[in-house]
């Protein structure tokens, strides 16, 4: 709750029936009171066009921290707050959210920490969200912009 009286939440919760998180939150949101109902909403999932528009929309990120994120945040430039899946192959996951945080782009919350620390990573960002987005001058050798155009033109000099 306490987030949602300072921020706009857009959250996709998956649709693992083992734990049934979609279902849960549906019924925390409609308890809410409506000035929180607003500023919250839910899907299990976001077509790809959707979660573009909501990236390119969003200040910060909160989300694993798989590839097509890291490559997603990358390319369009967002700070983050990232939480690896702690069982990811070869702890891919925390190797990718690590290398963002060293390069001052993103925070790292692990699941098992609690929520309270989730909200002061989150303010945290936050408050300082110009500097998360001028460190992405860190890694912009990561990110080849126009690199389709690139790639077709090689394509079709041959």
Known sequence: K???KKYYIIHQTGSVKEFDD???LLEFKR???IKFKLNYFIREH????QIGEIYSKADLLVSRAGANT???LIALQKPAVLIPLP???NKEQERQARFLKENGVCEIFYQNQN???LNTIIDRVSDNITNYKNNYKNINYLY???AAKTIAKEIFKS
């Open 87 to 89: 069982w990811s192959a």
């Open 2 to 4: 306490k987030l949602l």
């Open 115 to 117: 929520h309270q620390k």
């Open 46 to 49: 976001f077509n790809s066009s």
């Open 22 to 24: 979609y279902r849960k």
């Open 70 to 72: 890291i490559f997603e």
């Open 31 to 33: 308890k809410l009171p």
């Open 144 to 146: 080849k912009k126009n």
